[in-house]
C-alpha cells in the first residue's frame, strides 16, 4: 500500500538512512582525524578497513539530498544555506585551524560543498527537468555516472570501447579542481568533485519524482530508528559540528590522560 504526500508529510525512512549516512560519515572523519592528525596507530587501521565502503555512504546521503530536492519547496534557498555553512566549513579548516597548529585538515570542495552546488543546479534546472521522466532522467544518469567517473585521471571513457582525453593542460593547476581537474599538489581532506557525483544526485531527484507522483510504501511513514531519525533531520547542524566536537572531545581526553 501506498500513501500520497498530501496524506502524510514526515517520510521517516528518508530520515533515518540520512542520519546512518552521516552517522558513518562522522565515524570516517573521527578515524581520519584521530589517525593523520594524532597519530594513533588503531584510529589509522580502522581508517583503511572503513575507507572501500566510504564511497556507497556519500553516495547514499547525496542520494537522499536528490529525493529531498523533489520533495522540497524552495531548492534555491536550500541550497544557498548549504553554501554557507559550506563556506564556513572551508574557512574554519583551510584558515582557522592551520593558525592552531593543526595541518592537513583543509577542506575546499567536501560533500557540503558538492550538495550546495547539486542543490542550487537543481533549482535552476527546475523547470527542464519536469519535461524529462523519472525513468529516463534515472537511466541517463546510470549511463553517464561511469562515462565521468575517471575525470580525475585525465579521460572519459566506457573502458576501451570509447575514450576522450581531457587536455593535459588543465591538470596543471587546481582551478577546475570542484569539477575533478586538479594537479598532483592539490589537497582536500574531504574532498567530493561535481563530476561524477552530481548523477547519483540527479537520479535521486528523479526518485523523488517518482515517488511524488506514485507515492511511497506506507512502511516508509513508521519511525523505527529515533536516533539515525534525529541525526537525518538535523544533518546539516551534524556535519558542521562533528569535526570541531571531535577535535574538542580529543583534546579534552588528552589533557585528562596527561
Not at 159 to 188: K, M, Q, R, T
Not at 192 to 215: E, L, N, Q, Y
Request: aromatic residues 18%; glycine residues 6%; charged residues 15%.
Amino acid at each position: 500500500m501506498k500513501t500520497k504526500l498530501t496524506e502524510k508529510k514526515r517520510i521517516f525512512f528518508l530520515d533515518e538512512l540520512r542520519g546512518f549516512a552521516v552517522a558513518c560519515m562522522v565515524f570516517y572523519h573521527a578515524f581520519y582525524i584521530l589517525s593523520s592528525m594524532y597519530g594513533y596507530a588503531w584510529a589509522e587501521k580502522l581508517y583503511y578497513f572503513f575507507m572501500p565502503v566510504q564511497p556507497f555512504f556519500a553516495g547514499l546521503f547525496v542520494f537522499i539530498c536528490g529525493i529531498s530536492c523533489s520533495l522540497s519547496r524552495s531548492n534555491a534557498k536550500r541550497g544557498f544555506i548549504i553554501l554557507s555553512a559550506a563556506a564556513i566549513i572551508t574557512v574554519a579548516t583551510a584558515v582557522v585551524m592551520p593558525k592552531l597548529g593543526f595541518v592537513e585538515c583543509e577542506i575546499y570542495f567536501g560533500i557540503l560543498h558538492l550538495l550546495s552546488v547539486c542543490v542550487l543546479s537543481c533549482a535552476l534546472l527546475e523547470k527542464p527537468l519536469k519535461k524529462v521522466s523519472p525513468f529516463v532522467g534515472i537511466l541517463i544518469c546510470a549511463v553517464l555516472y561511469p562515462f565521468a567517473s575517471g575525470i580525475s585521471t585525465g579521460v572519459l571513457s566506457y573502458g576501451d570501447l570509447f575514450v576522450l582525453e581531457i587536455p593535459s593542460h588543465l591538470y596543471e593547476n587546481n582551478y577546475l579542481a570542484p569539477l575533478g581537474i586538479y594537479s598532483p599538489s592539490f589537497f582536500s581532506a574531504d574532498y567530493f568533485p561535481v563530476f561524477p557525483d552530481i548523477f547519483i544526485f540527479f537520479a535521486g531527484v528523479f526518485a523523488g519524482r517518482h515517488f511524488k507522483t506514485c507515492g511511497f510504501a506506507e512502511w516508509t511513514y513508521t519511525q523505527r530508528a529515533k536516533l539515525f531519525g534525529v541525526l537525518g533531520r538535523n544533518a546539516l547542524i551534524v556535519y558542521i559540528a562533528h569535526m570541531p566536537l571531535i577535535y574538542a572531545l580529543t583534546e579534552l581526553v588528552r589533557l585528562i590522560i596527561k
